[in-house]
């Protein structure tokens, strides 16, 4: 019992009997040489360095349209476009994530398909990768970036309609995830109906099984089709998460907000000096002249901030609702060619059960003409079973008959 306990329980700890030697800082003890981790095999630090390490990311400027490779870490991605670490998340390759798009207050996040990326007023910012969509979409805005800045050149000035450089980004990854999406529908259908076909014509286990992996990527497909159709739904149906989208405005009114504030100041420092020169009077004292000046500004900017967003968001936002829009009807295109695919898939099933149905039905009417025939037979089986002594002595009376047929004609022709 006593070496069983000192088995099952724990050993003490190494301090209760601890030595003058072994309480030397320079010399380890036993126990911490023994020690081992709590769990074995996990490389915890290592895993937290590669979450902090630093990544490559392709950098494509608003202004001149070029693009750079640049390596940074998490935290510094995270300082300069101001996004949380769960927002960043979302573009990790190591994960999957639904489609996501979300709105800051610097930076617009879009999780679509093969497109991770990072989009502020002035750059986006994509993971370094090889993948044949990524480079297309860096093609694809830089080619819009340069015909952009061309018109610009020509005409002088920006033309009205234009759209700002966040929502021409966004455009191109929906743009990129709808293609990628409607490519893989359309190799579906290539491979989908044949083969229902086929198993139509012959139902056997190998187009059976064949269909069925057909019908998990068809359900896969939908989900991530269904996901990006209520993502851009959803942000249609919500303002205010598209108006904390358009970033160039909202650059612009900090801007003109910092350019006002620096002029107020200057405005409250000559009133500061004034007030300091003049005389004051003994009997009442005036109200400061600064505390005036900048609270008749500062509610001249809010006026003039409120008039801003009352005016500008709206167009704003009825702007990229449209262009949202013009994409929804794109995946909807695409969610209703799964929907009527799936159909095909359970009307193929439907044909097929009702020609199982008949077969079954046929294979029970055989087996109940079989049940019929097995219990004549055991009828007359148990009619033979019971007769058969009778048989046997009607056997010997037939055999004694026909003898005595035999000797009287052998009488009748010695006589005749």
């Not at 405005?267 to 009442?284: H, K, L, R, T």
Request: proline share 5%; glycine share 4%; aromatic share 8%.
């Amino acid at each position: 019992m006593a070496e069983l306990k000192e088995r099952l329980l724990p050993p003490k700890p190494s301090f209760a009997t601890a030595t003058p030697a072994a309480s030397n800082p320079q010399e380890p003890s036993a126990a911490c040489a023994g020690h081992r981790p709590l769990f074995q095999g996990m490389d915890f630090l290592g895993l937290k360095k590669r979450g902090q390490g630093r990544r490559s990311w392709i950098c494509v400027d608003s202004t001149t349209g070029g693009s750079q490779v640049i390596e940074v870490d998490k935290f510094t991605m995270m300082r300069r476009c101001d996004l949380p670490a769960r927002d960043l998340r979302l573009l990790d390759p190591l994960f999957v994530y639904p489609s996501t798009i979300l709105g800051r207050e610097k930076a617009i996040v879009v999780n679509l398909e093969q497109i991770r990326c990072i989009i502020t007023a002035d750059e986006v910012f994509l993971l370094n990768s090889s993948d044949v969509y990524v480079l297309q979409y860096v093609a694809e805005l830089q080619r819009r970036l340069t015909a952009h800045s061309v018109d610009a050149l020509a005409g002088g000035s920006t033309p009205p309609d234009c759209l700002p450089f966040e929502f021409r980004a966004l455009e191109v990854a929906l743009e990129a995830a709808c293609t990628f999406l409607d490519a893989q529908v359309a190799e579906l259908e290539i491979e989908a109906y044949p083969a229902l076909d086929e198993l139509t014509s012959k139902i056997s286990t190998l187009n059976l099984e064949h269909v069925r992996r057909l019908k998990s990527r068809l359900v896969a497909l939908t989900r991530r089709v269904q996901k990006a159709r209520d993502e851009i739904e959803q942000l249609m149906d919500d303002d205010g998460d598209m108006a904390e989208m358009y970033l160039t405005e909202k650059k612009r009114r900090k801007e003109a907000s910092f350019y006002s504030d620096q002029s107020m100041q200057g405005f409250g420092c000559i009133g500061a000096g004034v007030s300091v020169s003049a005389p004051v009077s003994p009997v009442s004292s005036p109200p400061e002249p600064r505390k005036l000046v900048e609270k008749n500004l500062s509610l001249a900017r809010s006026r003039q901030e409120d008039s801003m967003k009352s005016s500008g968001n709206t167009e704003n936002v009825e702007e990229l609702e449209m262009l949202l829009e013009a994409y929804f009807v794109v995946i909807d295109s695409t969610l209703n060619k799964l929907t009527s695919l799936k159909e095909y898939i359970d009307d193929t099933e439907d044909f097929i059960n009702i020609q199982l149905d008949n077969v079954r039905n046929q294979l029970i009417q055989f087996e109940l003409l079989l049940t019929v025939a097995t219990f004549v037979v055991a009828i007359f089986g148990t009619f033979a079973t019971s007769f058969s002594t009778d048989l046997v002595g009607s056997r010997n009376l037939y055999k004694l008959a026909c003898l005595a047929l035999k000797e009287n004609w052998v009488k009748f022709t010695k006589l005749y």
